[in-house]
């Protein structure tokens, strides 16, 4: 039988080989399949296998086909130095570098790994990583070098760019101002930026991370408001705009505000906390001063309207709670404006200051003292029980207030008048009780001022009728419902008419008229009397004119001035504008003014009177005797005349007093240079007084009462023309002069 294997093998291209000659078969060629798929490989691999020598160019004795896709250049090019050698390709920067890389490698008989660029046949730079080992010749010296090189340039790059966005957010991370954290779920930090550290006034984020460790111990001033931060963070995965006080390192008090949220994972696991801490305590401390600029008062520091109108309620809520009372007193600094007017505001506010505290030393701790704005100020009082605790509270607040105090090297004195209405008797809500303890307020004013009264339900009458004689005040300013009478002078040495005083009068709805003395102090109060004021000026000079004009005696006319008109307002301006409007020469004008108007504060009033004084306008002391003159300011004062008070001439004949001061105040007068009036003359007694002592004129009942304006001119043309009254007076008059004493047999009273 023939051997299978040998006739197989003889028509092996014709028939199927057996199993063994295919194992045959196939040892045969493996080396060759090897070396095609090696072949294969390599051609297909991105980047390009090589062997070079190990000299200084690193001649390439073989590349593969990848060659040309990596650096541009074919094969043959490259090897041997066809064209260019692979170590020119490198690029110049990085050829010594990789040298002395390979070299390192090499010494120390390990594979190199080297990272460079080189410039591709177009001009591109690419980066390539490349990697090898050197082959040892016989002699153990390195001749070969075999490796790979593949292009790296795009993972170089997103590294590059990643690098630099990491470069880029620790830069922010490290220079922020901001505070930047991160903590592990437990509250540990993890870390930190040096701008957190700074805040919480640690040298460095390592220092704080030492100390502090984890969250729970950063030292909250309150102690429930970081259990409150982790509630809301771990409630709602974030916290905005967390505010709380916290003590730094050297225990310093400051404000942060605290943004922060959780980072989870894919899965939904909770990875850490991170955000951000800022320092607000300047924006803090800001608000704050905003808020209790607010709700203060800048002058006197104490709580204004504001705040009070929420204390009140809070006190009212308190008191129906315990079943007791809250007392809202209100308090008015009595006169307060004239001080404010004369001795200028920064004395007025000291003063307010002052009295504030002392308002302040009256009440507990748990009571308010408001400014409620002007020379008001408001009292809230709890728990003071009956009313007695309250008037012994009030009385003690009256005291205080009329203490005198030193401003500005002056004694100032002021007293008020309290208002008080009981919550919750008088009213149940803030603005009810405010409207009573006013209206109580009011009748203290009214009973004298210095003096406390609790509300009742019968004040509000009164406080009607007196803001129904405002409103119809008001009224009579925008239709100028006013009217002037006036009183002639006598003079006491020709028994002429020598003068005259115009005295207002308001119209009434019921065709009378009001006495000044029911609305002049309002009118000073709510400011009226200025617009009052001038409408008088202007009318009295219209009128004196229009006396002149008709051929009548010329005289002057007196008008009346209160205090608001002397300090708060242009006062020359105003009198220059009448006397134009009327074409009246100013020496017909003339000005009274009281003791207390022009001794508040003399230096500043001075400087006005001098002014009217150089326009031409005569100006007297009006009542005096009732108020406090220093005669040293007296003499100062251009004055050109006296006003004896009526008081004084009441008692002539009655009181020896009386006739004393009369006297007195005629020499004093006469000493100063100025001439006297009495006013106030009303019995034949009086005058002759007034004769024998050489006083200059008289105003009073006895020659005439104060006249409406035809009336008045009546009087004067009936004075041309020799009518009894008239002759009497004279006659009385230059034989008095002449003779040095005096029996009045006539009576100059009748017509
Ligand atoms: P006064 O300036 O001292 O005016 C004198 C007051 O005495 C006037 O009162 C006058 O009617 C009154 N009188 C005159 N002779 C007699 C008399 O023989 N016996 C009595 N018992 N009284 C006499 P009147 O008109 O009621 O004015 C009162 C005060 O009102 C004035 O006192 C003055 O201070 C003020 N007044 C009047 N008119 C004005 C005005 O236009 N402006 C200002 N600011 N105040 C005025
Ligand atoms: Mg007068
Ligand atoms: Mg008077």
Same mark, same amino acid.
Not at 566 to 586: I, K, M, N, P, W
Not at 590 to 613: C, G, K, R, Y
């Given at each position: 039988?023939?051997?299978?294997?040998?006739?197989?093998?003889?028509?092996?291209?014709?028939?199927?080989?057996?199993?063994?000659?295919?194992?045959?078969?196939?040892?045969?060629?493996?080396?060759?399949?090897?070396?095609?798929?090696?072949?294969?490989?390599?051609?297909?691999?991105?980047?390009?296998?090589?062997?070079?020598?190990?000299?200084?160019?690193?001649?390439?004795?073989?590349?593969?086909?990848?060659?040309?896709?990596?650096?541009?250049?074919?094969?043959?090019?490259?090897?041997?130095?066809?064209?260019?050698?692979?170590?020119?390709?490198?690029?110049?920067?990085?050829?010594?570098?990789?040298?002395?890389?390979?070299?390192?490698?090499?010494?120390?008989?390990?594979?190199?790994?080297?990272?460079?660029?080189?410039?591709?046949?177009?001009?591109?730079?690419?980066?390539?990583?490349?990697?090898?080992?050197?082959?040892?010749?016989?002699?153990?010296?390195?001749?070969?070098?075999?490796?790979?090189?593949?292009?790296?340039?795009?993972?170089?790059?997103?590294?590059?760019?990643?690098?630099?966005?990491?470069?880029?957010?620790?830069?922010?991370?490290?220079?922020?101002?901001?505070?930047?954290?991160?903590?592990?779920?437990?509250?540990?930090?993890?870390?930190?930026?040096?701008?957190?550290?700074?805040?919480?006034?640690?040298?460095?984020?390592?220092?704080?991370?030492?100390?502090?460790?984890?969250?729970?111990?950063?030292?909250?001033?309150?102690?429930?408001?970081?259990?409150?931060?982790?509630?809301?963070?771990?409630?709602?995965?974030?916290?905005?705009?967390?505010?709380?006080?916290?003590?730094?390192?050297?225990?310093?008090?400051?404000?942060?505000?605290?943004?922060?949220?959780?980072?989870?994972?894919?899965?939904?696991?909770?990875?850490?906390?991170?955000?951000?801490?800022?320092?607000?305590?300047?924006?803090?401390?800001?608000?704050?001063?905003?808020?209790?600029?607010?709700?203060?008062?800048?002058?006197?520091?104490?709580?204004?309207?504001?705040?009070?109108?929420? $204390?009140?309620?809070?006190?009212?809520?308190?008191?129906?709670?315990?079943?007791?009372?809250?007392?809202?007193?209100?308090?008015?600094?009595?006169?307060?404006?004239?001080?404010?007017?004369?001795?200028?505001?920064?004395?007025?506010?000291?003063?307010?200051?002052?009295?504030?505290?002392?308002?302040?030393?009256?009440?507990?701790?748990?009571?308010?003292?408001?400014?409620?704005?002007?020379?008001?100020?408001?009292?809230?009082?709890?728990?003071?029980?009956?009313?007695?605790?309250?008037?012994?509270?009030?009385?003690?607040?009256?005291?205080?207030?009329?203490?005198?105090? $030193?401003?500005?090297?002056?004694?100032?004195?002021?007293?008020?008048?309290?208002?008080?209405?009981?919550?919750?008797?008088?009213?149940?809500?803030?603005?009810?009780?405010?409207?009573?303890?006013?209206?109580?307020?009011?009748?203290?004013?009214?009973?004298?001022?210095?003096?406390?009264?609790?509300?009742?339900?019968?004040?509000?009458?009164?406080?009607?009728?007196?803001?129904?004689?405002?409103?119809?005040?008001?009224?009579?300013?925008?239709?100028?419902?006013?009217?002037?009478?006036?009183?002639?002078?006598?003079?006491?040495?020709?028994?002429?008419?020598?003068?005259?005083?115009?005295?207002?009068?308001?119209?009434?709805?019921?065709?009378?008229?009001?006495?000044?003395?029911?609305?002049?102090?309002?009118?000073?109060?709510?400011?009226?009397?200025?617009?009052?004021?001038?409408?008088?000026?202007?009318?009295?000079?219209?009128?004196?004119?229009?006396?002149?004009?008709?051929?009548?005696?010329?005289?002057?006319?007196?008008?009346?001035?209160?205090?608001?008109?002397?300090?708060?307002?242009?006062?020359?301006?105003? !009198?220059?504008?009448?006397?134009?409007?009327?074409?009246?020469?100013?020496?017909?004008?003339?000005?009274?003014?009281?003791?207390?108007?022009?001794?508040?504060?003399?230096?500043?009033?001075?400087?006005?009177?001098?002014?009217?004084?150089?326009?031409? !306008?005569?100006?007297?002391?009006?009542?005096?005797?009732?108020?406090?003159?220093?005669?040293?300011?007296?003499?100062?004062?251009?004055?050109?005349?006296?006003?004896?008070?009526?008081?004084?001439?009441?008692?002539?004949?009655?009181?020896?007093?009386?006739?004393?001061?009369?006297?007195?105040?005629?020499?004093?007068?006469?000493?100063?240079?100025?001439?006297?009036?009495?006013?106030?003359?009303?019995?034949?007694?009086?005058?002759?007084?007034?004769?024998?002592?050489?006083?200059?004129?008289?105003?009073?009942?006895?020659?005439?009462?104060?006249?409406?304006?035809?009336?008045?001119?009546?009087?004067?043309?009936?004075?041309?023309?020799?009518?009894?009254?008239?002759?009497?007076?004279?006659?009385?008059?230059?034989?008095?002069?002449?003779?040095?004493?005096?029996?009045?047999?006539?009576?100059?009273?009748?017509?």
């Amino acid at each position: 039988m023939n051997k299978p294997g040998k006739r197989d093998a003889l028509n092996s291209t014709r028939k199927a080989p057996g199993k063994r000659q295919r194992e045959i078969d196939r040892s045969r060629q493996a080396p060759r399949e090897k070396e095609r798929t090696l072949t294969t490989l390599m051609s297909n691999l991105d980047g390009m296998v090589y062997r070079c020598r190990n000299d200084a160019h690193g001649t390439l004795q073989f590349v593969s086909e990848g060659c040309y896709h990596l650096t541009g250049f074919r094969p043959e090019e490259l090897l041997l130095h066809g064209e260019i050698s692979y170590e020119q390709i490198k690029h110049p920067d990085d050829r010594l570098r990789v040298r002395d890389e390979i070299n390192a490698a090499l010494a120390a008989e390990r594979r190199f790994f080297v990272e460079y660029r080189i410039q591709c046949r177009d001009g591109a730079i690419k980066w390539v990583w490349e990697r090898g080992v050197g082959i040892a010749g016989d002699d153990g010296t390195v001749v070969t070098l075999e490796g790979f090189i593949e292009d790296v340039t795009e993972r170089k790059l997103s590294t590059q760019a990643l690098q630099q966005a990491e470069r880029g957010f620790r830069s922010i991370f490290e220079n922020a101002t901001e505070g930047i954290f991160q903590t592990s779920p437990e509250g540990r930090y993890l870390n930190i930026n040096p701008a957190l550290a700074r805040i919480c006034g640690y040298d460095s984020p390592a220092e704080f991370i030492a100390s502090i460790g984890d969250m729970q111990h950063q030292r909250y001033t309150e102690r429930t408001r970081h259990d409150e931060f982790m509630r809301l963070l771990q409630k709602h995965g974030a916290v905005t705009n967390f505010v709380s006080e916290i003590r730094r390192k050297d225990r310093d008090k400051i404000w942060i505000s605290e943004n922060a949220r959780a980072v989870f994972d894919e899965t939904g696991e909770l990875l850490f906390y991170e955000g951000t801490v800022e320092d607000v305590t300047e924006s803090k401390l800001n608000q704050e001063k905003l808020q209790h600029l607010a709700n203060h008062d800048p002058v006197t520091n104490l709580p204004n309207r504001l705040l009070m109108n929420d $204390r009140l309620r809070q006190m009212m809520l308190g008191a129906q709670r315990n079943k007791s009372v809250v007392a809202v007193a209100l308090l008015d600094l009595d006169h307060f404006k004239l001080i404010n007017d004369t001795f200028g505001h920064n004395r007025g506010d000291q003063l307010l200051q002052t009295m504030a505290h002392r308002m302040q030393a009256c009440v507990r701790e748990s009571d308010s003292v408001v400014r409620l704005g002007g020379d008001e100020f408001v009292l809230l009082l709890s728990g003071v029980g009956r009313g007695e605790a309250m008037s012994q509270v009030t009385q003690r607040v009256l005291h205080a207030i009329a203490r005198p105090s $030193r401003i500005e090297g002056r004694e100032l004195s002021v007293s008020c008048s309290i208002g008080v209405s009981m919550f919750p008797r008088d009213g149940r809500d803030v603005q009810t009780l405010l409207r009573n303890a006013d209206t109580a307020m009011y009748k203290a004013k009214e009973l004298g001022r210095n003096n406390f009264q609790f509300y009742s339900p019968e004040m509000n009458v009164v406080i009607t009728e007196r803001l129904e004689l405002q409103d119809a005040l008001r009224k009579a300013v925008e239709k100028e419902e006013f009217v002037l009478l006036y009183q002639p002078k006598v003079d006491l040495v020709s028994g002429q008419i020598a003068g005259m005083e115009a005295l207002l009068r308001v119209k009434d709805d019921k065709g009378g008229l009001l006495q000044p003395q029911n609305f002049i102090r309002l009118a000073e109060e709510s400011g009226l009397i200025v617009p009052i004021g001038e409408w008088v000026m202007r009318q009295a000079c219209a009128f004196n004119k229009l006396l002149q004009d008709r051929g009548l005696p010329p005289m002057r006319v007196a008008i009346n001035l209160s205090a608001r008109q002397l300090t708060r307002y242009d006062l020359v301006r105003a !009198v220059e504008q009448a006397l134009r409007d009327a074409g009246l020469s100013a020496e017909f004008l003339e000005l009274e003014l009281t003791e207390s108007m022009v001794m508040h504060d003399p230096e500043t009033v001075i400087a006005t009177l001098e002014q009217l004084e150089a326009l031409g !306008v005569q100006l007297s002391i009006d009542d005096f005797g009732t108020g406090y003159s220093s005669l040293s300011y007296l003499k100062r004062f251009p004055v050109a005349s006296l006003k004896i008070d009526q008081s004084f001439v009441r008692e002539l004949g009655q009181d020896d007093n009386a006739a004393a001061i009369v006297k007195a105040v005629i020499s004093l007068g006469h000493s100063l240079d100025m001439k006297v009036i009495a006013e106030g003359v009303e019995t034949e007694k009086q005058m002759s007084f007034l004769l024998e002592n050489h006083c200059d004129a008289m105003q009073g009942f006895l020659f005439s009462r104060p006249l409406a304006a035809d009336e008045f001119i009546t009087l004067l043309e009936r004075e041309g023309s020799g009518t009894d009254k008239f002759s009497i007076l004279r006659q009385l008059c230059s034989s008095f002069n002449d003779q040095s004493s005096l029996q009045f047999t006539a009576n100059i009273t009748g017509n």
